[in-house]
């Protein structure tokens, strides 16, 4: 059975500072996701990591994973408060119909 | 234009009644999905489907079952409706290419009084 962990579970930062939340997952796999969710929304995607080594960046977030560490990483850089977020990884079962397992999402909380 | 729209976005129920999700979508998608979200759990994976008529359980699927009879629609049925159901509910969608992820729906919100 896969299972993700996420860590930490409440991240509170200043604004400017840098930081990471890490994703640990139990079993082989190759595609990783991530996904952000504000208070009361829904999840929206935010990178889709296919491959061992696979990096992406979007503004001030940077995404990684390394397959055979069984771990990826989601970096902030230079915090600002629009972050503030609850931040999930998903991961891919590989057993096929696409389903992914969830780790307990990461409540971010940028202060000014 | 959502592409993936669920109904109702809140719902008050009471213990031992059945309740109904709907879950539709205009992407003509294969794979559908139903979660419940709560705190401390993440998302965790109630049912499935991979097509037409195909569906299959998740990790906490007792006291849920689900239909799936066109692409488009996704039901997932509370039989009888316990404070433990009490939740968030999200629909996911998937195009199968695995190169995208999901897209949610805006949720639904159940309370089992």
């Known amino acids: 059975e896969l299972k993700v962990e996420q860590n930490p579970l409440f991240l509170s930062m200043q604004e400017g500072k840098n930081y990471t939340i890490y994703c640990n997952y139990s079993?082989?796999?190759?595609?990783l996701y991530w996904y952000r969710q504000d208070p009361g929304k829904s999840l929206e995607s935010l990178f889709v990591?296919?491959?061992?080594?696979a990096v992406k960046q979007e503004g001030r977030l940077m995404a990684s994973l390394d397959t055979k560490a069984r771990l990826s990483t989601l970096h902030i850089t230079a915090a600002v408060h629009d972050l503030s977020a609850t931040y999930f990884c998903?991961?891919?079962?590989?057993?096929?119909?696409?389903?992914?397992?969830f780790g307990t999402g990461t409540r971010l909380t940028i202060i000014p | 234009d959502a592409g993936i729209t669920q109904s109702p976005r809140h719902k008050v129920t009471e213990t031992g009644t059945p309740v109904t999700l709907r879950c539709h979508q205009t992407?003509?998608?294969?794979?559908m999905y139903w979660y419940r979200q709560d705190p401390g759990h993440g998302l965790r994976l109630i049912h499935y489907?991979?097509?037409?008529?195909?569906?299959d359980k998740g990790e906490v699927s007792d006291g849920y079952s689900v239909s799936r009879s066109k692409t488009e629609d996704f039901l997932l049925t509370l039989e009888s409706a316990t404070s433990s159901q009490t939740s968030v509910y999200f629909c996911?969608?998937?195009?199968?290419?695995?190169?995208?992820?999901?897209?949610f729906g805006s949720g639904t919100r159940l309370t089992v009084v």
């Open positions: 079993t082989t796999s190759d595609r």
């Open positions: 992407e003509n998608h294969r794979y």
């Open positions: 990591l296919l491959s061992n080594g």
């Open positions: 489907s991979y097509g037409v008529k195909d569906t």
């Open positions: 996911a969608i998937s195009g199968g290419e695995g190169d995208y992820g999901y897209t």
């Open positions: 998903a991961v891919d079962d590989n057993f096929g119909n696409e389903k992914l397992t």
